[in-house]
C-alpha cells in the first residue's frame, strides 16, 4: 500500500542512509536507547563529550555535569519562551561556553560537535521516536548530531490529493498536535523542522509562520521543479546532509528582534537562509579566499531577500580564520536602503558593526584601517580626492571585501571611481535585483567576472523567487486615464503669449519645450481630481477590506502634495501621508506669504501648502528616525495610515509586506519600473491575513514596458561588454584628436588666462562645433570605461579638456529666466485646455508569476539591438538654429505616446557696464529711448558695438552677449514680483561669468548685477 510511512517517510530515510560522504546511520524509534521523556540520547551525547574534550574525557564524571546544565536550558523555555531557550542552547551547540574543567579550575571551552572533522560526530537518522511531555506524541523523522536532536520532519501521504506539505507544517504551528507548543522542551536544541507529503518539501525554523518556510533547491534550476517524489528526494539529499547542516547551524542560523508594529513590543524570531542566500553567501567567501577574480555579480530578483543574503556572507567574511581579520564595507545608494540594512544587520546582534555617519568618517575609517563591518552610501565617497601618483589609495590591504547593494545605480562613473581608488585591492560584488545593460552604464562590465557565464556569478530569478514562494505574483492592472487636448486653443493663445512679450525664437522653443513636457499634462487639475477619485474609489472598494495598504506614485513633488489634499478631503487625511525628497520645495503657504525656511526650494509651486503639513514633510526627510516612526505606523495593519503618497522615496529599499497595492501615475522604465512594483511582491501574513499576489493600479500604460525589462539576452550583454573593452583601444587617439585643437597651449596655467589661450584656438562658430563633437566621442568613451584604472594616465588631459568644452558651451541660463517669467502663466493656460475623457478598465490584464513567459518578440529584438549599436565615433549634432515646433503639436505628439591675455579687456568691459548703467538710468529719467524696437538691442550690447577696440578678444563679445540675454529676461512685465527673481538672476550671471572663468572677480560681478538691477 502507498502511504505517508511506505512512501514518503521510508523514501526520505532511505536516501538519508545512502547519502554520498557523511552518512546518517539508521535507528528505529523503539530501539532508541532513552526513555520517552528524555530528549537527547545520553548515551551517545556522553560519548561524543568524552571524544571532543580532553578535559572530560580525564574525567568523565564531568559529561553528567554538562548534560544537567543543557537540561537546564529545556527547563528555561516554558519562561522565556521557546525561541530566547533555543538561541540559549544554539550557544551551548556553538562552543561558545565554558566550565571550570581544567587545571586549577580553569575554564575550558566545551564541545558538543566537532565542525572541522565530520567523521568525529554521530549522525543517526531515527523514525517514529516517542516522546512524552504534556500528551504524548510520535515524531516521524529525527535527526540526531551526537544525540542531540537538530531536524525534526512530519511527513503525510502522497496519494491523497487535498493533502500537502502544508499539512505536515501544521502539526508543528498549530492544531491538535502543536509540537512547538504541546512538545516545547524537545524543540529547545533544534535547528529546523522538515515537512513533506512526498511531492513537494519545505522547511522551516522555530515559530515560523507558513510564508516563511521555504523549498530546497539550487538556483542552477531555472525551470519547474515538478511535484514528485524524485524532487522531494533530492531536497533531502541537499538540504538533510551532515555537511550543510552543520554549515547552517554555524553560520547561518540567527536570530534576530523583529518589530511588527508601531506599538506592539519586539518579538526576538529566529532565521533560516534560503538556498539562493546560502549558495551564494558561501560562493562569495571561497571566491574571496581563493584570491581570484577579485569580483562577482549576485542577481537576485527584488524582494528575495538580499539584505540577509549580505548579512550572512558579511558573518561568515569576519569569522573566517583564513582571512585575517577582514573589513567588510557594505554599500548602498539611498538612506531607506542604509536605514533597511542597518536595520537588518542591528537586529540581528551582529558583531564589530560600524555605521559609518559622514563623508570624513569613511576616510578616517578607511585610512585608520578599521576591521569590522562597516555599512555606508556610496555618496559618502564623494569627499574622496583621487591622487593619480598615489596607487596605493586610502587602503590597499587585500582583505577588504565590498559588498555593493543595488550595484545598477550609482557605481558607474565618479563615485564608484573614488570608491576603487581608494580600496585598489579590495573585493566587489554587486548584488542587484535589476542589472542595467547598455553602453553608457553597464553592472556586468563593473561587477561581472570574466571567468563567469553570462558574467553573473549567481543568479535567482523573479520566476524562481515566484516559483519558490519566496515572492508573491504581481498583477498590472491597466486603467488608462485618456486626455483630451484642445490644441488649437493653445497654439493660438501661445503664440499671442510670445508676441505680447517679445520672445526670439530662441526664448520661444525654450518656452514650448518647457511647457510641452509630460508633467505639465499629467498634472493638470482635472486629471489629478479624477485620477485621485478613482484611487478613492478603487482603495475603499478593493484594497481596505483586504485589511492590507496601498502606495500611490506620482510624477513629482508638485503632484504628491495635490494628491495629498485631493485625496485627504476622500479618504481623511489620517488616512495619507507623504514621503518626499525636500531639498526643493514650495515657497508659499495657504496665505500666499513667503516662509524663511521654504527658500532652499528652487522651484515655485501655485499651491495652496499649509506650513504644518511642509514642517512635517520636511522632518520625515530630514530626520531617519522620524521617518522610520512613520513607516513602522504604516507596517502596523491596527493604524489608520493607509496610504503612502510618492514620486522617488520608498521606491528602493523599501520593504513593507502590508503594501498590497500600487497606484502607478509615473512614467517608469526597465530597472526602475521593476523596483517600483516590487514594493507590492512581499509576503505578508498577520492575524488571518495572507497576501497571495501584489497588485499595480497602471494609469499611464507603463506594464507594457515590462516585457523589455525583464528580458535578459546574455549574447548581448556580452557583446557590449566586450565592445566597452575595445573603447580602450580608441580613447588614447581620441584624446590626442581633442588635444590637436589647442597646439602649444600651456594647460598649466589656471583661470581666465587658461580659458582665454584656449578659446583663441577655437575662433569661430565652425571650429567650436567641430570640438565639442570631438570632445562628445571622447566622453561617451570616457564614460562607457569609467571607472577602470586604465584612465589613470589620462585623467589630467580629460579634466582639463572637459572645463575647457564646458567654457564654450552655450548656458543656456536665459532659459530659466524666461521660464520663471512666463512658465506659470503657460501651464495655466495648457491646464485650462487640457481635460480627461474617461478612465479605461477594459485593457487586459498582466500577472506577472512563475508562468509568464517574457520573450522579447523579432520585431522588439530588432529595435533593441538598434537602440544599442551606439556609433561612438560619430559626429554629434550641430548647434544649428533651433527650430520652433508648435506647442500644440508636441502636446498632440505626448498625448499619444502617452496612451500608447586680458587684464586690459577686463577693466575696459567694467567701465562699459558702468556706462551701460547710466545710460539706462539717464534713458529712464529723460525718456530718451537709446534702445529701440526697431534694432532691439540692449544698452550694454549697443554701446559695445559703436566703441569696442580693434583688438578686443571675441571672449569679451561673449560675455557682453550673455549678460544682455540676462537683461532680456529680466524685463518682462510683473518680473520684480517674482519670489525668486533677484536669487534666479544672480546665479545666471554667476553661471555665466564662470563659463568664461571669471567667477572669481566679485568687481565684475557687481557691476553687471548693477546694470542688470537697473533693469527693473
Not at 826 to 852: G, V
Request: include cysteine; proline fraction near 4%.
Amino acid at each position: 500500500m502507498f502511504n505517508e510511512h511506505t512512501v514518503t517517510e521510508n523514501g526520505i530515510i532511505d536516501r538519508l542512509k545512502n547519502l554520498s560522504g557523511g552518512k546518517w546511520t539508521y535507528c528505529h524509534g523503539e530501539s532508541l536507547p532513552k526513555k520517552a521523556q528524555d530528549i537527547f540520547v545520553d548515551e551517545w551525547l556522553k560519548d561524543a563529550l568524552c571524544s571532543l574534550n580532553p578535559a572530560i574525557d580525564k574525567q568523565p564524571d564531568y559529561a553528567d555535569e554538562v548534560i544537567h546544565k543543557l537540561r537546564g536550558v529545556m527547563l528555561e523555555a516554558p519562561h522565556s519562551g521557546l525561541v530566547r531557550a533555543n538561541e540559549n542552547f544554539q550557544a551551548w551547540l556553538l562552543a561558545e561556553k565554558t566550565l571550570a574543567f581544567g587545571e586549577n579550575g580553569e575554564h575550558v571551552t566545551i564541545n558538543l560537535i566537532d565542525f572541522e572533522n565530520l567523521d568525529n560526530n554521530h549522525f543517526v537518522v531515527a523514525q517514529q521516536v516517542h516522546y512524552v511531555a504534556a500528551g504524548e506524541v510520535f515524531f516521524d523523522i529525527v535527526l540526531y548530531v551526537n544525540g542531540i536532536p537538530l531536524v525534526v520532519g512530519e511527513v503525510k501521504s502522497a496519494t491523497r490529493p487535498s493533502v500537502s506539505w502544508q499539512d505536515g507544517a501544521a502539526d508543528f504551528m498549530g492544531g491538535k498536535k502543536h509540537y512547538w507548543q504541546h512538545a516545547k522542551a524537545f524543540f529547545v536544541p533544534n535547528l529546523l523542522c522538515f515537512a513533506s507529503e512526498g511531492k513537494t518539501f519545505a522547511y522551516g525554523a522555530i515559530n515560523a509562520r507558513v510564508k516563511d518556510w521555504g523549498p530546497w533547491h539550487h538556483t542552477d534550476q531555472r525551470e519547474d521543479i515538478p511535484d514528485t517524489l524524485a524532487s522531494v528526494l533530492a531536497s533531502t539529499e541537499g538540504l538533510l546532509n551532515p555537511q550543510t547542516l552543520l554549515q547552517l547551524l554555524a553560520s547561518f542560523a540567527l536570530f534576530s528582534t523583529h518589530k511588527t508594529g508601531k506599538d506592539t513590543p519586539p518579538k526576538r524570531i529566529k532565521l533560516l537562509p534560503r538556498y539562493p542566500q546560502f549558495e551564494t553567501a558561501k560562493q562569495i567567501v571561497e571566491r574571496v579566499k581563493q584570491g581570484y577574480p577579485k569580483k562577482g555579480l549576485i542577481w537576485h530578483f527584488q524582494g528575495s531577500g538580499k539584505s540577509l543574503l549580505m548579512l550572512y556572507a558579511a558573518k561568515m567574511l569576519r569569522a573566517d580564520n583564513e582571512l585575517k581579520n577582514p573589513t567588510v564595507l557594505i554599500v548602498v545608494d539611498r538612506r531607506d536602503l542604509d536605514s533597511q540594512i542597518s536595520e537588518t544587520f542591528g537586529g540581528a546582534d551582529v558583531k564589530n558593526l560600524i555605521k559609518v555617519q559622514s563623508c570624513k568618517k569613511l576616510g578616517e575609517h578607511i585610512e585608520q584601517d578599521s576591521r569590522g563591518i562597516l555599512i555606508t552610501t556610496i555618496f559618502k565617497f564623494k569627499d574622496v580626492e583621487i591622487d593619480e601618483h598615489n596607487l596605493a589609495g586610502l587602503n590597499s590591504r587585500d582583505n577588504i571585501i565590498v559588498l555593493v547593494d543595488e550595484a545598477h545605480r550609482t557605481q558607474e562613473g565618479g563615485l564608484g571611481e573614488k570608491m576603487r581608488w581608494a580600496l585598489p585591492n579590495a573585493h566587489f560584488y554587486g548584488l542587484t535585483g535589476t542589472p542595467i545593460s547598455s553602453i553608457e552604464r553597464n553592472t556586468f562590465k563593473l561587477f561581472g567576472a570574466d571567468e563567469d557565464p553570462g558574467r553573473y556569478m549567481n543568479r535567482y530569478s523573479y520566476k524562481q523567487s515566484i516559483r519558490d514562494g519566496a515572492t508573491n505574483p504581481v498583477k498590472f492592472e491597466p486603467r488608462l486615464a485618456e486626455l483630451r487636448v484642445d490644441r488649437e486653443a493653445i497654439n493660438e493663445e501661445f503664440e499671442q503669449l510670445v508676441k505680447d512679450n517679445n520672445l526670439d525664437e530662441d526664448e520661444k522653443a525654450t518656452l514650448s519645450k518647457r511647457a510641452g513636457k509630460l508633467a505639465v499634462m499629467l498634472k493638470a487639475p482635472k486629471r489629478m481630481e479624477a485620477i485621485s477619485a478613482d484611487i478613492a474609489e478603487h482603495f475603499t472598494s478593493h484594497v481596505k477590506p483586504k485589511k492590507m495598504k496601498a502606495m500611490v506614485v506620482v510624477y513629482d513633488r508638485d503632484a504628491c502634495v495635490q494628491m495629498y489634499y485631493l485625496l485627504g478631503h476622500m479618504l481623511g487625511f489620517d488616512a495619507l501621508e507623504v514621503v518626499m525628497n525636500l531639498d526643493q520645495a514650495p515657497v508659499k503657504d495657504e496665505n500666499g506669504k513667503l516662509n524663511k525656511d521654504w527658500n532652499k526650494w528652487k522651484e515655485e509651486l501655485d499651491l495652496p501648502i499649509k506650513q504644518a503639513d511642509f514642517e512635517r514633510w520636511q522632518k520625515f526627510d530630514g530626520e531617519e528616525q522620524a521617518q522610520k516612526n512613520l513607516l513602522e505606523t504604516y507596517k502596523d495593519p491596527k493604524q489608520p495610515l493607509q496610504l503612502l503618497i510618492v514620486t522617488a522615496k520608498l521606491l528602493t529599499g523599501f520593504d513593507a509586506p502590508i503594501c498590497y497595492c500600487m497606484y502607478l501615475d509615473k512614467p517608469l522604465r526597465d530597472h526602475t519600473l521593476l523596483q517600483a512594483m516590487c514594493r507590492t511582491n512581499r509576503l505578508y501574513e498577520a492575524d488571518g491575513v495572507v497576501k497571495r499576489m501584489g497588485l499595480i493600479i497602471d494609469y499611464l500604460g507603463v506594464f507594457e514596458n515590462l516585457r523589455t525589462a525583464l528580458a535578459y539576452n546574455p549574447e548581448e550583454i556580452d557583446g557590449i561588454v566586450e565592445g566597452i573593452e575595445k573603447f580602450k583601444e580608441l580613447l588614447p587617439e581620441q584624446l590626442k584628436l581633442c588635444l590637436a585643437f589647442f597646439p602649444n597651449v600651456d594647460r598649466t596655467l589656471a583661470g581666465f588666462d587658461g580659458i582665454l589661450a584656449a578659446q583663441e584656438c577655437l575662433p569661430d562658430n565652425k571650429k567650436r562645433d567641430e570640438f565639442a563633437t570631438a570632445f562628445g566621442v571622447l566622453a561617451k568613451l570616457w564614460s562607457a570605461i569609467n571607472p577602470d584604472p586604465f584612465l589613470t594616465p589620462y585623467r589630467q588631459d580629460y579634466k582639463w579638456l572637459a572645463q575647457i568644452y564646458e567654457s564654450v558651451r552655450p548656458v543656456g541660463q536665459t532659459g530659466a529666466l524666461v521660464w520663471a517669467a512666463l512658465g506659470p502663466e503657460t501651464i495655466k493656460m495648457i491646464h485650462e485646455h487640457t481635460d480627461i475623457s474617461r478612465i479605461r478598465d477594459d485593457i487586459d490584464e498582466l500577472i506577472m508569476d512563475e508562468h509568464a513567459i517574457f520573450t522579447l518578440t523579432e520585431k522588439e529584438q530588432e529595435k533593441r539591438a538598434r537602440r544599442l549599436e551606439i556609433d561612438l565615433m560619430g559626429r554629434l549634432r550641430g548647434h544649428g538654429e533651433a527650430v520652433f515646433v508648435e506647442l500644440g503639436e508636441r502636446l498632440e505628439k505626448l498625448r499619444r505616446e502617452y496612451e500608447a591675455g586680458v587684464i586690459k579687456a577686463i577693466d575696459w568691459l567694467k567701465g562699459l557696464l558702468d556706462a551701460a548703467k547710466d545710460t539706462v538710468q539717464a534713458e529712464r529719467e529723460t525718456g530718451d529711448p537709446v534702445v529701440t524696437e526697431a534694432d532691439n538691442k540692449q544698452a550694454l550690447t549697443k554701446l559695445f558695438l559703436e566703441t569696442r577696440p580693434e583688438t578686443t578678444p571675441k571672449l569679451i563679445g561673449d560675455v557682453v552677449e550673455q549678460i544682455d540675454k540676462i537683461v532680456n529676461a529680466t524685463r518682462f512685465e510683473g518680473w520684480q514680483n517674482s519670489n525668486s527673481g533677484p536669487r534666479e538672476i544672480q546665479k545666471a550671471l554667476m553661471l555665466t561669468l564662470a563659463q568664461f572663468g571669471l567667477s572669481k572677480d566679485k568687481d565684475l560681478f557687481e557691476r553687471a548685477y548693477a546694470y542688470i538691477e537697473e533693469h527693473y
